[in-house]
């Protein structure tokens, strides 16, 4: 059957013991070919924020672990923060002196996944976008790019059909090493929807937020940006343009990504984690979209397809921008609000969101889960600016109910993956009856 590409959304707590396991599964997924991990550093889905800012985003497709999180310290003084990328584990928490206090990796089992622990010591609330069905096939990469601005490098793959959509996830930080904390945080994550064929030509969407934090300022001061033409975006902890990265090319029969690096270029041997999918015959889509700021309900469209999964790049802007054109990296109240939310449909719907209050003299940082399509507060998690849960995937499009918005409409982005092939009907057996005819 053509078209078999399954998403499932799935919450649960990761294990707290140094070695333990943690299950997350979904009935009749199969099994997955790659998965997307997510976790701040809440321990109890509910409305309370908890404080401390941290946030891990990992890629696993079962033979390599890659993931990108930071610590931003609440109550301090100073601004006291860390960030690290592995290319060991699919998550890790950092605890307030910058070292790894939790981490590890992911396997597959019967319809889901397990997280292990390599360390660990708090029970967190993990969620697992598992990525599956017996048509998708899936590429993970840590690849080195250009240090020069305008520079281009390739990352490789193998196993994709020209002319399917491709659905291309990066996280990256500014740190040439990795598995080692360094102060201050640089971090982005962004996702590409490439379209096309190697004779035709290929096309690209693609998105990105980047978010900083000033490590040993005297005072709150995050920066952040939501941007519509890079995959990653890399801000300096004073809140300016470091370097930026944008898929430029793509190439089936040669196996190839082409990235190019953008703005002011990158330390030599900086390298970056993707997570590329081809979707058969199924569509995707990367879009950028504007909060409601009224109503009852929200509805997304024009998608052209009925999802089955759709993420959104949370964030309190209120505007987007190009970064070759129109720079707009936020540095005031504006900028220390961030989140994603990943939405399977009822009962597989999770936000999570991590804080960092502006211009404190002591730092007001938190992060929060929940198991809602969005539950976003504003900088100092005082207010609910944004509460949502599901309400349908439609044709063109998904549906919130909402339950509070704002009167400033954000900017935020989306990628969405479009719902599975329909398994085929049995044959229709026409029986058709001879007359009757008396003897």
Known sequence: MAGDVKVAVVSGQISSSPTGTADFTSPALGTPGACIILFTSDN???????????MSIGFSDFTGDYCIAHQDEDASAKVDCDAIKSNTSCYIR?????????????STITDGVRLTNTSGVSLLYATVIMLGGADLAVDIRSSAINSSANGTATITHSGFTDGNDKLIFFIGSDISGEDSANSGINNSFGVCHATGSDAGGWTFEQRCMGWASDHAATEGSPSSEMCIDRVLGIIT??????????????????????????????????????????????????FSVTGPTSGATWSITGMGFTPQYVGLGLNY??????????????????AGVLGISSNAGSGEETCHS????????TT??????????????????????????????????????????????????????????????????????APYIPA
């Open 94 to 106: 950092l605890n307030l002196s910058g070292t790894v206090d939790t981490q590890g990796t992911a």
């Open 364 to 433: 007001d940082t938190a992060n929060l889960f929940r198991s809602r399509v969005i539950d976003l507060r504003d900088d100092d998690t005082a207010t609910v600016i944004q509460d949502h849960s599901h309400s349908s995937f439609d044709s063109g499009g998904v549906s919130h109910t909402i339950a509070e918005n704002e009167d400033i409409a954000r900017k935020w982005f989306g990628w969405a993956i479009e719902e599975a092939a329909a398994v085929g009907s049995p044959p229709i057996i026409n029986l058709v009856m």
């Open 354 to 361: 991590w804080y960092n209050a502006y211009n404190t003299v």
């Open 237 to 286: 902890e004073a809140g300016t343009e470091d370097w930026g990265l944008e898929v430029t090319d793509f190439s089936s029969s040669g196996g190839t990504i082409e990235v190019t690096t953008r703005d002011n270029g990158a330390s030599a041997g900086m390298e970056v984690y993707s997570l590329a999918l081809d979707l058969d015959d199924r569509k995707a889509k990367v």
């Open 44 to 54: 109890t889905d509910d409305t309370s924020v908890i404080s401390q800012s941290r």
């Open 317 to 334: 802007v209120d505007t987007s921008s190009a970064r070759n054109s129109l720079p707009e990296i936020k540095t005031d109240a504006q």
